[in-house]
């Protein structure tokens, strides 16, 4: 460990968030110029570009932190290019910066010391569906909405929903989940095998070429050492993921409480009686109201519940009955129901639609998402103390949040021109992440890492763990170049 403790140093870590016009971070300019000759020679003039509209295009994601831009994007038409330009930025040693559809929300793609980013949008094939083992292989251009578009007449789908239309493979880089984990898990469950490219270019099966199997026990399990990886220990090109039986029938509601207690409470208590809730998300008074203007609905201005339940017509009559009863026992209102497929849809969008209804709140300002996630009996504890936290420091966060799995999100509204409010923000999002880790929990249960986590990620696991993570980067990215300036 003292080697590497001596040979890798953590980057000062950086606010949650920073603000500013994008701005040009470049690597060696002799060495790029080199390199893209030697890109073009793989990927051909369309598959290089130095353009500034490009590069910016791919230098940020739907996050605060401001644009890094690449000095070159590269957009690889499969793995063997992938390889190919990964043994030049090697050679050359230019950082990678891997890019799926920007949908991140930490700063992932930011080009902190310049370098090449790979656009993967053209990688963009489902390559091996298996109907009967409930099993896909896609390409990293491949988003959730367009698998789920590819198996409409299969009956089967793919369920992890993060909201935006994400790819997948970025997805699987990000660890990320969405309003279905509490029934269908994270993409670290969902994930059977991965190709990845490395950053000198070798290409890696982290279960073995072509494998699927439902479960192993065969050696170290590689394929999670990447899920979560955030494009800084290899570049994913494939994913070989499970798939699931579309449910026989599916049905949403919505029930309004008297309080935030009263709705947390319920959660916990409908998780506890062992209902296979497959959606329950926590909207508190002002996400809520936001949704209404945004979306143009009449929900109660108060906390409220959506749910959704999946399965056979009588188990869930079973499970709506104990949902119900739980929900009146704790004050909530009468369920609003959406059965046909149209009005969920309308529903589900309204929910997926909160970033957006957030930032409507305060039109010209900016949105930075917290994402801290505890174990479920702390939930009710924690949402209350973050509620009288915004309050009492006069901040606009509406909150929402997957509180099946513990995690919840406040949308901090703030304006980026006002020091006072984004320091009351910055010290509001590190009171709030010190309070899930005071609760046995995480800082982030489904964004990541990114840029502005890496202190947090050091006071949660302990500086054995994070030395441990070192020697796992340095083993397979010697030369740091794999999106450095990220997690560590």
């Not at 199997?213 to 065969?218: G, Q, W």
């Not at 639609?353 to 505890?374: E, N, Q």
Request: aromatic share 6%; glycine share 10%; net charge negative.
């Amino acid at each position: 460990m003292n080697s590497f403790r001596q040979a890798l140093r953590l980057i000062s870590p950086r606010l949650p968030f920073t603000y500013g016009r994008c701005r040009r971070y470049s690597a060696k300019t002799g060495a790029v110029e080199r390199a893209i000759t030697s890109f073009r020679s793989v990927s051909g003039d369309e598959g290089v570009s130095v353009g500034s509209a490009v590069r910016e295009q791919h230098g940020r994601d739907e996050s605060v932190h401001r644009c890094l831009p690449p000095d070159v994007v590269v957009f690889p038409r499969s793995v063997d290019e992938v390889s190919a330009l990964a043994k030049i930025c090697h050679h050359h040693q230019l950082p990678i910066i891997p890019f799926g559809t920007g949908t991140g929300l930490e700063g992932g793609v930011g080009a902190l010391q310049g370098g090449v980013c790979f656009s993967l949008r053209k990688m963009d094939q489902v390559l091996d569906l298996h109907q009967e083992d409930f099993d896909v292989t896609v390409e990293p251009g491949v988003t959730r909405k367009g698998l789920n578009s590819y198996l409409r007449d299969t009956g089967l789908w793919f369920p992890v929903d993060p909201g935006a239309d994400a790819s997948l493979c970025g997805m699987a880089a990000t660890s990320a989940s969405g309003t279905n984990a509490v029934r269908y898990g994270t993409m670290r469950e969902n994930v059977l095998n991965l190709e990845v490219v490395l950053a000198d270019g070798a290409v890696l099966h982290t279960a073995g070429r072509g494998r699927r199997p439902r479960k192993t026990a065969a050696g170290y399990n590689l394929t999670n050492l990447f899920v979560g990886s955030e494009g800084t220990l290899g570049i994913i090109t494939k994913a070989t993921l499970r798939l699931y039986g579309i449910p026989e029938s599916m049905v949403s509601a919505v029930c309004s409480f008297p309080s935030v207690q009263s709705a947390v409470d319920s959660t916990v208590q409908i998780l506890q009686a062992g209902v296979p809730i497959a959606r329950i998300e926590f909207l508190d008074d002002v996400m809520i109201n936001a949704c209404n203007l945004f979306n143009n609905l009449s929900y109660a201005v108060t906390p409220t519940l959506f749910l959704e339940f999946h399965g056979s017509s009588k188990s869930m009559e079973e499970q709506v009955s104990i949902t119900e009863e739980i929900t009146r026992d704790n004050g909530g209102s009468d369920f609003a129901w959406a059965e046909d497929e149209e009005t969920r849809s309308r529903l589900w969008k309204a929910r997926h639609d909160a970033w957006y209804a957030a930032l409507a709140l305060r039109p010209g300002c900016k949105a930075y998402s917290t994402d801290v996630c505890v174990p479920i009996s702390r939930l009710p504890q924690i949402i209350v103390e973050t509620k009288e936290d915004l309050i009492s420091n006069n901040l606009t966060g509406p909150i929402a949040g997957h509180v099946g799995d513990g995690n919840f999100h406040c949308l901090m509204v703030l304006d980026p021109n006002d020091p006072d409010e984004v320091q009351r923000v910055h010290s509001f999002t590190e009171r709030l992440a010190r309070r899930a880790l005071a609760m046995d929990g995480t800082c982030t249960g489904e964004h990541g890492v990114g840029q502005g986590k890496r202190a947090l990620l050091r006071e949660e696991v302990g500086p054995l763990a994070i030395e441990v993570m070192q020697g796992l980067k340095a083993s397979l990215d010697p030369k740091n170049l794999m999106n450095p300036g990220k997690v560590l």
